[in-house]
């Protein structure tokens, strides 16, 4: 492999990671407060289709993106109901939000475009395009440096950038604020955040949102900018692999960054190579494809390191009485 | 006693959640500017108003009490096996090597040999999640998601690369040999005189089906096992006091649930495809979860679930056939089955026990 195929390998990483890592700090912040989402795909997804309608109709990818993020959070509030106000079971209202957005995406962009469930192509200002970081052209000249910078640091959409800024503003929330704090102790101990005379169901409600608007953002980027329109089941398993990164992770920020671009550069892999030779075997696509799955099986087997999750994590809190 | 009664908790609050999933449903419907009568209308004409229909609500029905029947085992045991789909794949792949691979004489030594051979399969493909959650602690509702993965790519891999005939471009196996074709209802019925339509897939496997239901009956409420199936799913705690291993206990359930899933691929593979194709199971894992929470885990709710259900995909067929609504429409009512049914329990639950504590406060 050389310079240039290696640089378009890890270009294509950063994008493939953007939505994992969006979705996967979504799961972040729901699941250290104590609420498991499994509904991450869902949600994506739903956001994915009418940030991409709203965004064909008015012609403004920024209005599409606040549909998507206002759809994702309905889904997040609806989840919360569930999990939260009626102390439901939290994985098996996951499922349910999985099946409303695969459902209903497909049935709305039938009724209103019908194209077979897909929305039109995007074109123009309704997609996020490309933008190039100060002096990417200038410097494209600079040995290694200026292809590196040019390549895979600049030429990369608004919502990529955001995404990876996300990591620190997430841990810094997370570890270095009264909220964070908060957060975590809730996903830890809910009674002795009760004691202290704070919200439980309060703060377990602002993690479902947060929740809900990064996932809201990831769908955007997956119909807005990573491909141009919304077609049915787009998010093809990403909500899942998020999830796998976030234990993958064991629930920490700066960790999730490294799973997820490990998991989107083995995206990257499997699109660009379809069978892998080394030396002797020849490792099939297929394998790539489950690697990310394997990877979490082993690491929740606990071979590599314990995932140890949230203690309250899946259970509602009932005050006592 | 600050309890509802027990019909109340059996069948009044499914019921009423199922109301308000259909009344929901119906403003789906009315939001895509379709009329819901006329919508029910046809599909109760198209699933139900012919034996063919019939034969296809019965086909789907066979399958959801398999995947149903697979997530209630677990729930007993207070898993939530999400692997149903990629048990039933594998289970299809158990079918597929017995009856392209083993000298089959005749379909009823062919259907028991199959039916091992799935029941093998899908139970295989449980039993890593469960040892690793009896074991390691590792959630099983986590694995059994990543071996849904897992079992796609699997599957993918040996039907492109391994059991492809040659020159063939699909990814499927070649047509299973003469002697492994399974009776359909047409040929089972028309011995005794009623006539059954041709062209529907349902079999035989519907037997299997209904036997798999007493069965689970037999197993949950009348042998000492499924007693400590329920004991351990009702406290692991006390279970544990009374001697109960949950290692044993949650690798057992995982292993009958897995079993169950993918008896499954019968029906699919063996009884309809007569082949094992790619997407054999479409979704059906999945389904099992709104069925089994429908039935509120007993068998006779997941066979009466599992029959709606068969109405559902059945009928939706048809409104995408002849209407503007496409099948997704089921999957929008499966998505508010479960949760009316399953995460939003409490929300008709709560207010019915309020009433019924007042009304008995009353007469007391």
């Known amino acids: 492999m050389d310079f240039i195929t290696a640089l378009q390998v890890l270009d294509s990483t950063v994008r493939l990671s953007t939505p994992l890592l969006l979705a996967c700090l979504a799961g972040l912040f729901s699941e250290r407060a104590g609420i498991f989402d499994i509904g991450l795909e869902g949600k994506m997804l739903m956001a994915a289709f009418f940030s991409a309608a709203v965004a064909f109709v008015t012609g403004s990818v920024w209005l599409g993106m606040l549909a998507g993020i206002a759809s994702s959070m309905l889904l997040s509030a609806l989840h919360g109901l569930a999990s939260i106000t009626f102390r439901g079971n939290q994985l098996i209202s996951g499922v349910a939000i999985n099946f409303l957005a695969a459902g209903m995406t497909v049935l709305i962009a039938q009724d209103w475009f019908s194209q077979g469930g897909r929305t039109p192509s995007l074109i123009g200002q309704a997609r996020f395009e490309p933008l190039t970081l100060p002096f990417a052209e200038a410097l494209q000249g600079v040995p290694i440096l200026g292809p590196l910078y040019y390549e895979l640091i600049s030429g990369h959409t608004l919502p990529v950038y955001f995404a990876f800024l996300c990591v620190p503003a997430t841990w810094w929330i997370l570890y270095r604020t009264r909220f964070g704090l908060r957060l975590r102790a809730v996903g830890e101990n809910p009674a002795a955040v009760d004691t202290a005379g704070i919200s439980v169901i309060g703060l377990r409600y602002a993690a479902v949102a947060i929740c809900g608007l990064l996932c809201g953002i990831a769908g955007a980027y997956l119909a807005t900018a990573l491909q141009a329109g919304f077609i049915k089941d787009m998010t093809a398993g990403r909500g899942y692999i998020a999830l796998a990164a976030l234990i993958f992770a064991k629930w920490r920020p700066w960790y999730a960054l490294m799973s997820c671009l490990l998991f989107g550069f083995l995206q990257a892999i499997a699109l660009r190579y379809q069978n892998i030779d080394i030396g002797p075997i020849t490792l099939p696509v297929q394998f790539m494809d489950a690697l990310p799955y394997i990877l979490t099986v082993v690491i929740l087997a606990g071979f590599v390191g314990r995932a140890i999750p949230p203690h309250a994590g899946g259970e509602p809190y009932v005050k006592e009485r | ?364």
């Not at chain 2, 109760?44 to 029947?69: D, E, H, P, Q, R």
């Not at chain 2, 059945?314 to 508010?336: D, K, S």
Request: aromatic share 8%; glycine share 10%; hydrophobic share 55%.
């Open chain 2, 1 to 364: 006693m600050d309890r509802m009664p027990p019909w109340a908790d059996a069948l009044l609050v499914p019921l009423i959640s199922l109301v308000l999933a259909a009344i929901l449903s119906a403003l789906v419907i009315i939001g895509i500017g379709e009329d819901p009568v006329a919508a029910v209308t046809l599909m109760v004409k198209g699933a139900l108003g012919s034996t063919y229909g019939w034969g296809y609500t019965l086909y789907y029905a066979t399958n959801f009490i398999f995947t149903g029947l697979a997530v209630a085992v677990a729930f007993h045991a207070r898993m939530f096996n999400i692997g149903g789909e990629g048990q039933a794949m594998l289970g299809g792949l158990g079918v597929a090597l017995v009856c392209l691979y083993l000298p089959l004489p005749h379909w009823t030594v062919a259907l028991v040999a199959a039916a091992l051979g799935a029941a093998a399969f899908g139970a295989a493909w449980a039993y890593v999640p469960a040892v690793l959650q009896a074991r390691r602690g590792s959630h099983i509702v986590i694995t059994t998601i990543m071996f849904n993965f897992i079992a796609a790519a699997l599957l993918n891999y040996v039907l492109v690369n391994l059991l492809r005939p040659k020159g063939a471009m699909d990814p499927a196996t070649a047509k299973f040999p003469e002697g492994t074709h399974l009776p359909t209802l047409h040929d089972m019925l028309a011995p005794v005189g009623i006539e059954f339509s041709k062209a529907a897939p349902a079999n035989v496997t519907l037997l299997i089906a209904l036997l798999a239901c007493l069965a689970v009956w037999l197993l949950i409420w009348r042998t000492r096992l499924g007693y400590e199936i329920r004991a351990f799913g009702h406290s692991e705690t006390a279970a544990r006091y009374a001697g109960i291993s949950p290692v044993r206990i949650t690798v057992v359930a995982m292993l009958i649930s897995g079993g169950l899933a993918g008896l499954m691929a019968l029906n699919t593979t063996m009884g309809e495809a007569e082949r094992l194709v790619l997407n054999s199971v479409e979704g059906a894992g999945f389904i099992g979860i709104a069925v089994a929470l429908m039935g509120r885990s007993h068998p006779l709710g997941v066979l009466m679930a599992a029959i709606l259900f068969g109405f559902l995909y059945q009928g939706g067929a048809e409104l995408a056939l002849w209407t503007n609504i496409p099948r997704e429409l089921i999957v929008v009512i499966q998505a508010l089955v479960i949760l009316f049914t399953g995460a939003l329990d409490n929300m008709v639950r709560m207010p019915l026990e309020r009433l019924f504590l007042a009304r008995r406060k009353k007469e007391g």
